[in-house]
């Protein structure tokens, strides 16, 4: 069974961290890109970060770009979010998901992002983060 677990996600002040976690099942993550997506209450779905399955390159939303770090363990099956310095409007649930691609070149990640990851492969189901005082 194909599946993507999301975990990490908590209630943390403004300007702490938090490390999100996409652990696949039934699949293995080496050849495709992934991407993290967050959706806050009334708001649409909106993309966070990618990383690349070839060379690792990654590619950030502007709103999160110098906070927030996508990394991947493919030999754990993983892919990480490290996010710094959150701020309240990081407020949301945090999904994951793969897809296979193709992936041209950077304006198809770029475009993956803008669309709020539309035609991804896999989704998980979401982790909450919660960013209060």
């Known amino acids: 069974q194909v599946q993507l677990v999301e975990s990490g996600g908590g209630l943390v002040q403004p300007g702490g961290s938090l490390r999100l976690s996409c652990a696949a099942s039934?699949?293995?993550?080496?050849?495709?890109?992934i991407g993290w997506f967050r959706q806050a209450p009334w708001k649409e779905r909106e993309g966070v970060s990618c990383?690349?399955?070839?060379?690792?390159?990654?590619y950030y939303a502007d709103s999160v770009k110098g906070r927030f770090t996508i990394s991947r363990d493919n030999a754990k099956n993983t892919v990480y979010l490290q996010m710094n310095s959150l701020k309240p409007e990081d407020t949301a649930v945090y999904y994951c998901?793969?897809?296979?691609?193709?992936?041209?070149?950077?304006?198809?990640?770029?475009?993956?992002?803008?669309?709020?990851?539309?035609?991804?492969?896999?989704w998980g189901k979401g982790t909450l983060v919660t960013v209060s005082s």
């Open positions: 039934g699949f293995t993550l080496d050849y495709y890109a």
């Open positions: 998901a793969a897809d296979l691609g193709p992936f041209f070149n950077s304006g198809s990640y770029y475009y993956t992002l803008s669309s709020g990851g539309d035609g991804m492969d896999y």
């Open positions: 990383i690349s399955s070839s060379d690792g390159s990654t």
